[in-house]
């Protein structure tokens, strides 16, 4: 989503802009009848509050945003068009593909909704919207407020064409983790809309550091990059001892809550579990391990009642996000918790580089997901995966960075990655790389709630 439709959004919903039409946000669902009588059902795509028409992905022809004029749409109720609601077409374009053999016989959509969220609106009789707060590939998310307790929440709707299958996983985590400290609480659902209310936890997130900007943009210096790493690697292993690894790592994910403690790890919070998926299963009290083929299961007097799948599977498709994503994942492997901190390791040379080497091949006409995985091939010597001049010249930083993503790639789906290892890898590389005297490097301002 660029900055003009961010505005917007942000603008948006109130039909009082400078033409006095009706404003539409991204996923909404409208309809629009031809010269020739027919009615065509679409999503709109893509909006830009100042202009008078904006974006619709017809559902006869997903693939092309079209443009249409604003005073020839109706907003139409869900359960009043056909499915194929489609996500909005972020700069880091991802791809949510789901697992179709899991959901199999599954609507994916959902249905009989004739709900669309907008400022001022009460959600469940209770949930106040007050303003627009972010928008990924997948969902819309307000700000709200609770008015039994007067606390800020989130309120989240999936508006992607799986819909179902994401909001049923996100849903699933979120139940399953509410006693972890790094996941929001949930509070409340309407499922038929797909919408959850959770814990409001933060206005800035991750990505709020690593914005691409027009231009260059600045270097994050590596202790700061570091202190954002280990916080998503402490969120990240909180999700990961509860069975779950989250397989979309990316800065957008991870919202801040606070500067850095003692440890000078980052407090984040983590959301979107749409794509999380778990690698264990729970052993029944006094259960027989042979029950399960192909998984590992925890020694007898180990306290965590687990058994873990032994196998990786193969679905072929890729999910995740294509910048932050692992070379397992552009492979369509089962991707598990090695594959998250490969995503920590990506998001910090991102903020510590000032960008990521292959960004241009991950959207617009230059997209090219298999350039992408060859210039993630950390051990390829043509490789420039590190462009910033000093950086580059520093192959202290980079030794350190290439033997941690080769250790990473070793670690198996079933295997524990050492976290340990990866958090000191991390530590040692961030001082190489504040010692190479990075020119212009900055400081993060951190953001409380
Ligand atoms: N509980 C929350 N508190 C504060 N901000 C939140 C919360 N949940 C989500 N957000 C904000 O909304 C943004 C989008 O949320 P989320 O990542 O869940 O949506 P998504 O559409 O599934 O994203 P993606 O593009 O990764 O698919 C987040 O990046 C974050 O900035
Ligand atoms: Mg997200």
């Not at 959301?271 to 020694?299: H, I, T, Y």
């Amino acid at each position: 989503m660029d900055e003009n439709d961010q505005q917007a959004i942000l603008e948006g919903h109130g039909g009082i802009g400078v033409l006095c039409v009706t404003d539409f946000a991204v996923g909404e669902r409208v309809s629009m009848r031809t010269e020739t009588g027919e009615e065509l059902c679409g999503t709109v795509a893509r909006v830009k509050h100042s202009l008078e028409f904006v974006y619709v992905r017809w559902d006869d022809d997903e693939r092309q945003k079209k443009k249409v004029r604003k005073d020839r749409l109706t907003k139409v109720p869900f359960s009043h068009s056909r499915g194929g609601v489609v996500k909005e077409e972020e700069e880091e374009q991802q791809e949510k593909n789901g697992e179709a053999g899991i959901e199999e016989g599954r609507p994916s959509v959902c249905s009989n909704s004739v709900f669309s969220i907008m400022t001022g609106d009460i959600v469940m009789n209770r949930f106040e919207v007050t303003e627009p707060l972010g928008e990924g590939g997948t969902a819309v998310v307000w700000k709200g407020v609770d008015t039994e307790t007067g606390k800020p929440v989130a309120i989240k709707r999936i508006v992607h064409k799986l819909s179902k299958m994401l909001y049923d996983r996100e849903l699933d985590v979120l139940y399953t983790n509410a006693s972890n400290p790094r996941v929001p609480s949930i509070i409340g659902e309407v499922k038929d809309d797909c919408v959850v209310v959770m814990e409001y936890v933060g206005q800035k997130s991750v990505k709020d550091y690593a914005m691409p900007g027009p231009t260059n943009r600045p270097k994050i210096l590596g202790c700061d990059s570091y202190s954002v790493a280990i916080g998503m690697i402490t969120a990240l292993r909180s999700l990961h001892e509860r069975g779950w690894a989250h397989r979309d790592v990316k800065p957008a994910n991870f919202v801040v809550t606070d500067c850095p403690d003692a440890h000078k790890a980052a407090n984040l919070m983590l959301v979107d579990f749409g794509l999380s998926k778990s690698f264990v299963r729970e052993r029944k009290q006094g259960g027989d391990k042979e029950a399960w083929p192909n998984m590992v299961c925890n020694d007898e007097d180990s306290d965590k009642e687990w058994c873990i799948r032994d196998e990786a599977q193969r679905s072929g498709s890729f999910r995740g996000t294509t910048m932050y994503a692992s070379r397992r994942a552009h492979d369509g492997m089962d991707v598990g918790r090695a594959d998250d901190l490969i995503g920590v390791v990506y998001t910090f040379l991102d903020l510590v580089n000032g960008g990521l080497s292959w960004r241009e091949y991950t959207r617009g006409h230059k997209k090219d997901k298999r350039k992408v995985k060859s210039l993630k091939d950390f051990s390829d010597p043509t490789n420039k995966w590190c462009p910033c001049e000093v950086l580059e010249g520093n192959p202290q930083f980079k030794e350190k960075l290439r033997g941690l993503v080769d250790y990473l790639e070793s670690v198996f789906w079933e295997q524990d990655p050492d976290y340990d290892r990866v958090v000191k890898d991390l530590k040692e590389a961030a001082s190489f790389a504040d010692s190479s005297g990075e020119r212009g490097a900055v400081k993060i301002t951190w953001g409380g709630v």
